[in-house]
């Protein structure tokens, strides 16, 4: 009778180990090999997906923020476009002085004979913007040529507003006249 050779290395111990298993007990390894690797393929699984969910989620929030930078890129834009305008109209009227402005309104609207004061008054620099307060005074001027004028004044390209507006009427032979002074605040560039 011949021995057969004796196997070394660790897989002919697990299959020395697997001959002297019954085959219940056989079975029952192979169960618990199949099961371990299910919970483990699901494991992996599962956490795979998590992070996939997770890199998803965070491709999502940045398509969002993109979105968000995006339209306050736009929004920015056109206010740049805007603020530009705004300069460009500051430095067009900062060219003609204030008095010259009010006195060719005042003659469009035949009241130059009745204007009699455009006083210039403190002025305050806020950052870029000078701010300059006009005292303008017109005496004895029929009400609606006043109107026009005023309305003109307000909606002029000038960047001036009127802040305080002081009328008094007064009657000569029934007729109605107006007496106004005007309180002016007018917006020029600092520098000009």
């Known amino acids: 009778m011949a021995m057969l050779p004796v196997k070394d290395g660790p897989v002919a111990f697990v299959e020395r180990q697997l001959e002297m298993l019954s085959v219940r007990d056989r079975r029952l390894l192979v169960g618990l090999v199949v099961a371990v690797t299910l919970v483990f393929i699901g494991g992996y699984w599962t956490l795979l997906n998590g992070l996939l969910n ?95 004028f005023l309305h003109e004044l307000e909606t002029s390209d000038v960047p001036a507003s009127v802040e305080e507006a002081t009328f008094k009427v007064a009657y000569v032979k029934k007729e109605k006249f107006m007496d106004l002074t005007l309180e002016l605040l007018v917006l020029s560039l600092a520098g000009g």
Do not use: M
């Open 54 to 148: 997770d890199k998803a989620s965070r491709v999502r929030e940045a398509k969002s923020a993109l979105q968000v930078v995006r339209s306050l890129e736009a929004e920015y834009q056109q206010a740049a476009a805007l603020f530009r305008a705004q300069e460009a109209r500051l430095t067009e009227s900062s060219k003609r002085p204030v008095t010259a402005w009010v006195e060719e309104l005042a003659t469009r609207h035949g009241l130059q004979e009745h204007l009699k004061a455009v006083d210039a008054g403190q002025s305050e620099v806020v950052g870029d913007l000078a701010q300059t307060r006009y005292k303008v005074q017109l005496r004895r001027a029929a009400q609606e040529p006043l109107y026009r």
